[in-house]
């Protein structure tokens, strides 16, 4: 990552190697994300993102948008057409939520484990508690806050 004038630049090799940055939904609810682009042996980039918020845990998704629906241009990620497994929403069966509806952090990583799992080197458990963590205490100050424009 690049520093620009105070403000960090996520370029095109942060995301080839996976990066988390801070954004901001509607300038109150913060989200850590997680940004990995992949190639396909024919040349496609896809970009891999996991979305995880304390506030809004319902929100919560694995995305995989693929090219050309996705660019980013200086620290805005602008993104379409994403296939999505939102693995906060509330439902019947299996959940993260225990019965006061606060999320259990083994079953947050268990859910986004399973659904990482077709995603080779995208995330690892211990990452996802890092961040977590990081996230439930507010420690967000290190992130790049980036703006994130989806259609």
């Given at each position: ?15 080839e ?16 994300i ?20 304390v506030?809004?845990?319902e ?37 993260i ?55």
């Open positions: 990552m690049k520093k620009r004038m105070n403000e960090t630049i996520i370029s095109m090799k942060d995301l190697k996976g990066v988390w940055v801070r954004y901001m939904l509607n300038k109150y609810t913060p989200f850590l997680k940004f990995k682009t992949m190639t396909s042996e024919q040349g496609k980039a896809t970009l891999h993102a996991l979305y995880l918020s506030e809004d845990p929100s919560m998704s694995l995305n995989e948008y693929t090219s050309p629906f996705w660019k980013v241009i200086d620290n805005n990620i602008l993104l379409n057409d994403s296939s999505e497994y939102r693995f906060g929403e509330h439902c019947d069966g299996d959940t939520y225990n019965e006061d509806g606060h999320v259990i952090e083994e079953e947050l990583v268990k859910a986004i484990m399973e659904g990482a799992a077709v995603i080779n080197n995208f995330v690892e458990p211990k990452e996802v508690r890092e961040h977590w963590h990081n996230l439930q205490k507010g420690k967000m100050e290190h992130y790049p806050l980036v703006e994130v424009n989806a259609s």
